[in-house]
């Protein structure tokens, strides 16, 4: 017998919820927050309209069918099934911090504030979910397949990200190590620096962006879907011992940079999740590259 389908939907502890975590009580997050120009009420009812969205997300599951709830907290220790539907009810970035966790499930975004998320990956309305979830199990509706990064080390450790994947320290101080093509015959380059980027299309509206606007320009950017990644260097140092030569560059669906480490220790981690990072050591390799799983959004 098939199992039904699960909806597995993911949210996040709001800000009103960390106040009073940290506060202890309404009035204590009040005053805290009065004390530097904000306003609690205007943070509680950002509180209370996710809520309300969640309920209502929740209330649409079909009768038949099971239901889970993940915290974004707890999404690394969360283990998704081939037959799940992934309803993300929060911010865009909270699709980019699930997105790493499944291997092909169909994924709704529900936009929890609409005018002040962009909504680029949480396209729907709470209104809108019945008719998503029937959609998600009867392969009807448009999908977009977005294309994400992997980081596999030499030691088969593998890290996937849907906007971008960060290598250097882990607090951003200078990193040493070699980079250059996945190509055993192409020369490496020792360099030093405050880390290295390599991120996709969805990520081109975020720190991929930022850093090619900092630069005045560089290669295109990749539309979501496209294959194509793109990398940077980040404040790369000259000295006798290390070059600047190899500072930004593309991808295609088949190419890898390579990155040995030559520090003491590095990590490797996706779409600003540093909590659930790859730990790289002195002489180990890490190749970046295209994954072969990709986001499947409902559009």
């Known amino acids: 017998m098939s199992l039904a389908p699960r909806a597995v939907l993911v949210h ?3 800000e009103y919820e960390e106040l009073l975590a940290r506060h202890g009580t309404h009035g204590q997050a009040a005053f805290f927050l009065s004390s530097r120009g904000r306003s609690v009420e205007e943070v509680a009812e950002r509180h209370h309209r996710a809520r309300r969205a969640l309920a209502e997300v929740a209330a649409a599951v079909p009768p038949l069918w099971r239901q889970a709830r993940v915290e974004r907290a707890d999404l690394d220790r969360f283990l998704f099934a081939p037959e799940d539907v992934v309803v993300v009810v929060g911010q865009d970035g909270l699709v980019a911090n699930a997105a790493k966790y499944l291997s092909g499930q169909p994924v709704v975004g529900i936009d929890t504030d609409p005018g002040r998320n962009p909504g680029v990956l949480v396209r729907h309305r709470a209104a809108d979910a019945p008719a998503l979830l029937r959609a ?11 294309t994400m990064v992997e980081a596999v ?5 593998r890290l996937l990200a849907l906007n971008e994947i960060y290598l250097g320290r882990p607090g951003h101080q200078t990193a040493r190590y070699r980079l250059g093509p996945d190509d055993e015959s192409a020369p490496a380059e020792a360099q030093a620096s ?7 299309g969805t990520g081109a509206t975020g720190w991929l962006g930022s850093l090619r606007r900092e630069r005045g320009g560089g290669p295109p950017l990749p539309g979501p879907a496209e294959p194509r990644l793109l990398w940077y260097v980040r404040e790369a140092w000259p000295s006798p011992a290390t070059g600047t030569s190899l500072v930004e560059g593309v991808l295609t669906a ?3 940079l390579r990155l040995t480490v030559e520090s003491d220790r590095l ?3 996706g779409d600003g999740m540093e909590s659930d990072a790859l730990e790289l050591t002195w002489g180990q390799t890490v190749r970046v590259g295209r994954s072969p799983t990709s986001l499947r959004l409902l559009g």
């Open 136 to 146: 998600a199990t009867a392969g009807a509706g448009s999908v977009d397949e977005l």
């Open 153 to 157: 080390t030499d030691d088969a450790q």
């Open 254 to 256: 088949t190419e890898r």
């Open 267 to 269: 990590v490797a981690f």
């Open 12 to 14: 996040r502890t709001s």
């Open 194 to 200: 405050s880390g290295v980027l390599v991120g996709t």
